[in-house]
């Protein structure tokens, strides 16, 4: 370890979180491998740690016999003085060795709120920001993860991004990393050929022009690179990597536990949601193989909880089977389950048994909408009578407490929607009078609302975000109209979403403003600790970019989209319909019981969606 860090270690919070030596981690001869590789995850080790995804590719990336995988996080505001002070760069965890001996750089962006803290990490490695100013090769800096859907805002910084699933697209593009090195290629000659790998998108090779009005006029592929970029995913779930020898942390993090992800997509279609769309198609896992790998997991870890992971868990359709699968080894072991993401239109008694076996956890129910016009409007296919059986349901087998989050915001809202949601909580709260097991411990219903945001390839991304005035009038009547005392309300705030719905929508002018945030002193935006929005909004004045262009304009169907370039296999004259159909408040199936047409299907190359 470093003499330095040695000295600084004693004075931060946490400090095995800086540390590496965990159990499980992946340890090379730096001298026996082509590639060494700096998986950086841009926010905190407890949150990066939580993520499955990239427990599964640092695994996948380290299956390469020439590649050594190392993780790299953010550090907190204390780590990150010291490290400043005392003039050391940040280096990866397994080696302790700085990032700036690595031939690549990936990041995973799931979020926009991180993309300062892209740049703060970039910049602690000694790396210049942008991608013109990184002529040489290597050391590459690519990324992905969800904001990969609309790459504009990060792409004068990316060398080039992975749209979609990376299990077996990261390993494509390594391998191609390799031969360019040993090659010794031009980093040009390396991203034209690396824009030929189905999934890879670089930004350098497109050019964006624009009208008067500062829409996109045009984009226009180069240098051989195609003009759609489609997602990968992967196909057969079953046969994908699952590491089940994960790291264990050193010290705690958000999720402590085993993680199971049953499937991939929705069959739901909400129209707000942008994760049911660019995670299409549905792909299942089936149960005698997660059994397998849970227990495996948890032999190899010695968690003592294990959570069922996917954007709707109880339309997971063998979840009994797995449950019980699942059950027969937890329960003996004291070890608990829990199901995140259920549906109060399929919540059953029979669940509910289940996950009260060893210890019950919190329920929590996505409603959405105030009302059955606008549920209908958003397609969320859930009633009143649905909450209200499945209240029934949990409060007669002694729950005593419910969440239920709701959007504000959303388009065709009315106030009548919006006292709907006190109603609800009024009809709740008198179900719980009338079926708790157990009324002596009294009855806690917590109401959360959040800001629609647009984004990007769903059927409500033309729309227009209501102002920050509009969401806290809204909150004010939701909150005047609430009464019960056993009800409580929450909201996020309004300043955070709108500055996430411009970087959303963005195109590649926003990026100017992302780095005079950062050079502004701006890092970790996803925490209220650091979020500044005057700070923001100084830069976008400063850098000419007006907030309300991005996030409070609606956009016209035919408008051409700064993310139009990629492809996330979702056809847009679907997206189109839907859009249509929000303002009949008409729904559309689940696409189980009947497809829509979306167009996904043809990612499965002659397989069929959840085969």
């Known amino acids: 370890m470093d003499k330095r860090l040695r000295r600084i270690l004693p004075r931060v919070q946490k400090p095995a979180r800086y540390t590496g030596g965990e159990v499980n981690q992946i340890l090379k001869d730096k001298t026996a491998v082509d590639l060494r590789l700096a998986f950086c995850f841009p926010d905190t080790y407890e949150i990066g740690m939580s993520n499955l995804g990239m427990s599964i590719l640092y695994h996948t990336m380290n299956s390469l016999p020439f590649v050594w995988c190392e ?3 953010a550090p907190w505001g204390d780590m990150y003085a010291e490290m400043k002070r005392e003039g050391v760069p940040l280096y990866a965890l397994e080696s302790g060795d700085p990032l700036s001996d690595f031939d690549a750089l990936a990041f995973s962006i799931g979020y926009e709120m991180a993309y300062t803290t892209v740049l703060d990490m970039l910049d602690m490695a000694g790396l210049p920001l942008r991608t013109a100013d990184r002529p040489d090769l290597l050391p590459l800096v690519f990324a992905g993860g969800t904001a990969a859907v609309n790459a504009e805002p990060m792409a004068p910084f990316i060398d080039l991004f992975v749209v979609g699933e990376g299990e077996e697209m990261n390993n494509e593009l390594l391998t191609l990393l390799r031969e360019a090195k040993l090659g010794g290629w031009q980093k040009r000659e390396f991203l034209a050929r690396a824009a030929q790998i189905p999934g890879v998108y670089v930004p350098s090779l497109y050019e964006i022009s624009y009208h008067e009005d500062g829409t996109v006029a ?12 489609v997602k990968r995913i992967v196909e057969d779930l079953d046969a994908a990597p699952y590491p089940t020898k994960p790291i264990v942390p050193s010290t705690e993090v958000v999720h402590d536990r085993v993680s ?35 227990i495996e997991t948890l032999k190899n870890t010695g968690y003592q909880d294990v959570t069922l992971l996917s954007l709707s868990t ?42 009260q076996k060893v210890r019950k956890s919190g329920l929590t129910f996505a409603v959405e ?11 969320k296919n859930v009633t009143e009578e649905d909450l209200l059986n499945t209240c029934r349901i949990a409060f007669a087998g002694g729950w005593n407490s419910v969440k239920l989050y709701y959007m504000l915001g959303l388009p065709t809202e009315t106030d009548e929607d919006i006292v709907g949601i006190a109603k609800m909580a009024d009809a709740v709260l008198h179900c719980w009078r009338l079926y708790a097991k157990n009324k002596n411990r009294g009855v806690k219903i917590t109401i959360s609302t ?57 195109d590649r002018r926003v990026a100017d403003a992302i780095e005079a945030v950062w050079r502004d002193g701006g890092r970790l935006d996803a925490w209220t600790d650091y979020f500044s929005f005057e700070r923001w909004m100084k830069a976008f004045a400063a850098t000419g970019i007006d907030p309300a262009f991005y996030a409070g304009r609606e956009r016209p169907s035919d408008e051409l989209l700064p993310w ?11 997206l189109v319909r839907e859009r249509e159909r929000a303002y009949r408040s008409e729904l559309t199936p689940d696409c189980r019981h009947q497809c829509a047409a979306c167009g996904a299907a043809k990612l499965l190359h002659g397989r069929n969606c959840d085969e």
């Open 71 to 73: 993780r790299c996080f």
């Open 218 to 229: 045009a984009i226009t592929p180069r240098d051989g690179a195609p003009e759609k970029v």
């Open 260 to 294: 199971l992800e049953l499937f991939r997509g929705c069959v739901r279609g909400c129209r707000f949601c942008q994760a049911g769309y660019v995670y299409r198609p549905i792909r299942a896992k089936k149960p005698e193989t997660l059994i397998r790998q849970g």
């Open 314 to 355: 109880s339309d997971y359709r063998p979840l009994p089977e797995l449950c019980d699968g699942l059950l027969d080894y937890c329960e003996p072991r004291s070890i608990g389950l829990s199901l995140p993401s259920l549906r109060a239109d399929n919540f059953s008694m029979e669940i509910m048994e289940k996950l």
């Open 369 to 379: 909408g105030g009302s059955q016009r606008l549920r209908d409007a958003i397609n």
């Open 450 to 506: 959040s800001c629609f945001i647009p984004k990007p390839h769903s059927p409500f991304q033309w729309e227009a975000q209501i102002s920050i005035e509009e969401y806290l009038r809204r909150v004010n009547l939701l909150r005047s109209s609430i009464t019960a005392r056993n009800v409580t309300y929450n909201w996020h705030d309004a300043e955070t979403s709108l500055i996430e719905a411009v970087l959303s929508r963005g």
């Open 564 to 574: 139009d370039m990629i492809d996330v296999g979702v056809r847009k004259a679907h």
